[in-house]
């Protein structure tokens, strides 16, 4: 079970971008999925992508278009490139590689 460390939260104006990137302790080449989740306040833990091993992706209805996962097996590393930021992506970003979670990283989108 690796240990995920997300970076790469900030404060943005809408219409800007930003790039998450969540840090695996160990190898993901096996883990078979990883994805990222956001948390507003009051509202409950949403996804946002998804992807397999194989490179499979899944998104969030909100954010399709907008947003692209991807992995780099060999960097153990995950990334979230964000465009196109509106308001209501503020949240708390989670980074999940079943069946581990991140501790999150704060997105802040100021109109």
């Known amino acids: 079970q690796v240990q995920l460390v997300e970076s790469g939260g900030g404060l943005v104006q809408a219409g800007g971008s930003l790039r998450l990137s969540c840090a695996a302790s160990g190898s993901i080449f096996s883990i078979p999925a990883m994805g990222w989740y956001r948390q507003a306040p009051g509202k409950q833990r949403e996804l946002v992508a998804t992807i397999t091993s194989g490179g499979t992706t899944n998104y969030g209805d909100s954010v399709k278009g907008r947003f692209t996962i991807s992995r780099d097996n060999a960097k153990n590393t995950l990334y979230l490139q964000m465009n196109s930021l509106k308001p209501e992506d503020t949240a708390v970003y989670y980074c999940?590689?079943?069946?581990?979670w991140g501790q999150g990283t704060q997105v802040t989108v100021s109109s």
């Open positions: 999940w590689a079943l069946p581990s």
